[in-house]
């Protein structure tokens, strides 16, 4: 069955970068009919999309809010994707999803990680 | 960006009781393009409704999705008591994609 298995969660101070990873089962990165979107959720808040990108090519595209601080990356032959947020600030704490979405345009979510904390503190 | 605004913020109900759920579009999406998810406590979300309409693998048909335009709706028919949790709508239709703030389905 599919499976999003996300990292441990990590404490961060601020300025410092964080890289959270998402190791896929039960398909693989290389299938081209799937891409990955990131989204975090701030304690107690809604939903945020971060970014999409299609694992096969590495291309991505991200929300302008994010643009300069997040990259997301794949590795496909460990069907693994990253997503890696710099220059932290208190309001990055969060959960972090990764969640398989399809490449046609249909850009819901129907498999999610289990979210990752990341606690920026001083 | 298209904004979604959910109402009403918190659904106070007894099992047994259809919820209804509102999510009202800043502007036009289509209805290929519009979701909606659960989420329970220190869980990731899980998709019930993408299309609009079409419920997602394994989802009861307890719960049903409507809408067109600028207003989609999520039914619960007979709320059972697993299903009170966290709900969001989502649009796929322009980038960004977008989050509805969430309605929180609670027992009354």
């Known amino acids: 069955q599919v499976q999003l298995v996300q990292s441990g969660g990590e404490v961060k101070k601020p300025g410092a970068s964080v890289k959270v990873s998402c190791k896929a089962s039960?398909?693989?990165?290389?299938?081209?009919?799937?891409?990955m979107f990131w989204v975090r959720q701030a304690p107690g808040q809604g939903l945020e999309w971060m970014g999409t990108?299609?694992?096969?090519?590495?291309?991505?595209n991200y929300a302008p809010k994010f643009q300069d601080r997040v990259a997301l990356t794949s590795d496909t032959s460990t069907d693994t994707v990253y997503m890696e947020l710099t220059r932290l600030r208190s309001e990055d704490t969060a959960f972090y999803y990764c969640?398989?979405?399809?490449?046609?345009?249909?850009?819901?979510?129907?498999?999610w990680g289990q979210g990752t904390l990341v606690t920026v503190s001083s | 960006e298209t904004v979604l605004m959910q109402s009403p913020a918190t659904l106070s109900l007894s099992p047994g009781e259809r919820a209804t759920l509102s999510c009202r579009a800043s502007q036009s999406v289509g209805s290929n393009y519009f979701a909606w998810y659960q989420q329970k406590p220190g869980q990731a979300p899980r998709l019930l409704i993408y299309g609009t309409s079409s419920r997602a693998t394994g989802i009861p048909d307890r719960f049903s999705g409507s809408g067109s335009g600028t207003d989609f709706t999520l039914t619960i028919n007979t709320l059972e008591p697993e299903d009170f949790a966290f709900y969001f709508c989502?649009?796929?239709?322009?980038?960004?994609?977008?989050f509805g703030g969430g309605t929180k389905v609670e027992i009354k």
């Open positions: 969640a398989r979405t399809l490449s046609s345009g249909y850009y819901y979510g129907d498999f």
């Open positions: 989502q649009q796929y239709e322009s980038s960004p994609l977008t």
């Open positions: 990108i299609s694992p096969r090519s590495g291309s991505a």
């Open positions: 039960g398909f693989t990165l290389s299938d081209y009919n799937y891409f």
